[in-house]
């Protein structure tokens, strides 16, 4: 096991220990990770985690804090993303190749979602520099008053 197998270990491990307090029905690992092409440091760490429902408030307070906690000591944590479903919704998972597809009908700006899928599909070549902070400022555009949004919706909920 080289070095950086073992932080991406370390911070599955300890990821999984803490989560096992708030008794998940389920843990799994999707994407890279469970495909077995997982690049630590380029790489995302996709998990699903199955929660009982209704996901009591005080469980949301604990994941959120969790996720800090992870990111205070945890380089590769900015890397973790865990979708958090409850067995009453129906969902179906999809792929980020589908996501991609819909990104666009859902208003996501079709210059970042082209360069996402040009990246990871085809040509992984160097971008303008200038495109970093357009991308990044399309993104806030788009992205920024639904996390506002949120935020403001579970703000009463996160404070320690």
């Given at each position: 096991?080289?070095?950086?197998?073992?932080?991406?270990?370390?911070?599955?491990?300890r990821?999984?220990?803490?989560?096992?307090?708030?008794?998940?029905?389920?843990?799994?690992?999707?994407?890279?990770?469970?495909?077995?092409?997982?690049?630590?440091?380029?790489?995302?760490?996709?998990?699903i985690?199955?929660?009982?429902?209704?996901v009591?408030?005080?469980?949301?307070?604990?994941?959120?804090?969790?996720?800090?906690?992870?990111?205070?000591?945890?380089?590769?944590a900015?890397?973790?993303?865990?979708?958090?479903?409850?067995?009453?919704?129906?969902?179906?998972?999809?792929?980020?190749?589908?996501?991609?597809?819909?990104?666009?009908?859902?208003?996501?700006?079709?210059?970042?979602?082209?360069?996402?899928?040009?990246?990871?599909?085809?040509?992984?070549?160097?971008?303008?520099?200038?495109?970093?902070?357009?991308?990044?400022?399309?993104?806030?555009?788009?992205?920024?008053?639904?996390?506002?949004?949120?935020?403001?919706?579970?703000?009463?909920?996160t404070?320690?």
């Amino acid at each position: 096991m080289t070095e950086t197998d073992a932080a991406t270990a370390r911070l599955l491990d300890r990821f999984l220990t803490e989560l096992r307090a708030l008794a998940p029905v389920a843990v799994w690992a999707h994407g890279s990770l469970a495909g077995g092409d997982y690049q630590e440091g380029r790489s995302d760490l996709d998990l699903i985690a199955v929660l009982e429902d209704p996901v009591p408030s005080g469980t949301v307070r604990e994941l959120v804090r969790l996720h800090r906690r992870l990111r205070v000591d945890e380089p590769l944590a900015v890397k973790l993303h865990c979708s958090y479903l409850t067995p009453a919704g129906s969902v179906r998972l999809i792929s980020k190749r589908e996501a991609l597809d819909l990104l666009p009908e859902l208003g996501a700006p079709l210059d970042v979602v082209e360069d996402i899928r040009r990246r990871r599909y085809g040509d992984p070549a160097p971008h303008t520099d200038e495109w970093p902070a357009r991308r990044a400022e399309l993104t806030r555009g788009y992205l920024g008053p639904a996390i506002d949004g949120l935020v403001a919706t579970y703000e009463g909920f996160t404070r320690a």
